[in-house]
């Protein structure tokens, strides 16, 4: 009987058991959190980005077009591209007036359109404010 109880111990062990590997990309490293671009690329951004105005109004904008799920991924309502392009320039830490530009830029819109592409200008019928 002990025997019996020995081998199922060793079985459900070798089940259970995952790879460092694979756990690495399900959790994010501390002070770091992951978001999702709607083209489904996976960013794992610091804690400190936050802080920045632009990934503020990405995650408003994502409340407001995906809601708030609290067993889901956070996806934010750009491309790749775009996501990219906004991790650059806060890496380099971006100037104020360069965040509050680019802060509008995704308030109005710009690029942020029912299929997400990113980086393409908003129909010419529609005024843009002037700051």
């Known amino acids: 009987m002990a ?49 920045n105005n632009i990934f503020r109004e990405l995650l408003r904008m994502s409340e407001e077009q995906f809601g708030l799920h609290i067993d889901g991924p956070i996806i934010l309502p750009c491309d790749a591209a775009f996501m990219e392009y906004v991790v650059s320039l806060v890496q380099k830490h971006l100037s104020l007036e360069l965040q509050n530009a680019l802060q509008l830029i995704a308030s109005l819109g710009f690029g942020f359109g029912s299929n997400c592409h990113c980086l393409t200008p908003m129909p010419a019928s529609q005024p843009l404010a002037v700051v």
């Open 3 to 51: 025997r019996k109880w020995q081998r199922m111990a060793r079985i459900k062990r070798r089940k259970i058991s995952l790879p460092r590997k694979r756990m690495k990309h399900k959790v994010a490293e501390k002070g770091h959190f992951v978001v999702y671009t709607a083209d489904k690329v996976r960013f794992v951004v610091p804690l400190t980005y936050l802080r």
